[in-house]
């Protein structure tokens, strides 16, 4: 199975892999530095494994009717008295598809490898770090959005656009550099959002 860590690998030995393939849904229903372009680049180690339920929410376990526990549809009053923090916690822990990462590890990559291209944009491995941010984008892709108690502003779609945009675009051209200030506004406002709702962006 195809993971994020090791196809960061493969570009970085010189290996030749396609980057996922499909239209991008920003729906997003929506450092780690580096020397060289020979680095290779890794992502910690996820917390807990976690699973899934019909309604896209990640917890340790799954309640008789399979649902994570405060979201089975048949009992509204539970569901509705979920905190906030608690939602955003088990969003921020769910499934990219990727098994050695969750959404926020991908989304802290993102921004690790956003500030990598700013630091090396001018040396020749430069476009490895837009590929990274490109490529995690994409593990973003067919995540449900954002719990809307955590994101009332609607940042989280916002956020993905400017990422996707910077992911990309060519290394070293002005528009990079300006994709690269509009991601970083886009993440002041989404990191406090989070922040201020319980989790750790």
């Given at each position: 199975m195809?993971?994020?860590?090791g ?25 780690g ?16 494994t976690?699973v ?45 598809g ?5 959404v ?49 502003s ?20 002005p528009?990079a ?25």
């Open positions: 195809r993971t994020l860590a196809e960061r690998h493969f570009r970085l030995t010189g290996g030749r892999h396609l980057r996922p393939t499909g239209a991008i849904v920003l729906v997003l229903a929506l450092a530095c580096a020397t060289s372009a020979t680095t290779t680049h890794h992502i910690a180690a996820p917390s807990p976690s899934v339920d019909p309604n896209g929410v990640a917890c340790a376990s799954l309640d008789s009717a399979g649902y994570c526990p405060g979201d089975n549809p048949s009992n509204p009053t539970a569901a509705a008295a979920l905190a906030c923090s608690t939602q955003l916690q088990q969003w921020l822990a769910g499934s990219t990727d098994q050695l990462t969750n926020g590890q991908v989304i802290q990559s993102v921004m690790n490898d956003a500030q990598s291209y700013n630091t090396y944009q001018a040396t020749a491995g430069a476009q490895t770090f837009l590929m990274f941010v490109g490529d995690e984008v994409a593990y973003l892709a067919s995540v449900p959005a954002m719990p809307s108690c955590a994101d009332t609607n940042e989280w779609p916002q956020w993905g656009l400017a990422a996707n945009a910077l992911g990309s675009d060519t290394a070293g051209t528009q550099s300006s994709d690269y200030q509009a991601l970083q506004s886009a993440w002041a406002v989404l990191s406090q959002e989070i922040t201020s709702n319980g989790g750790t962006p």
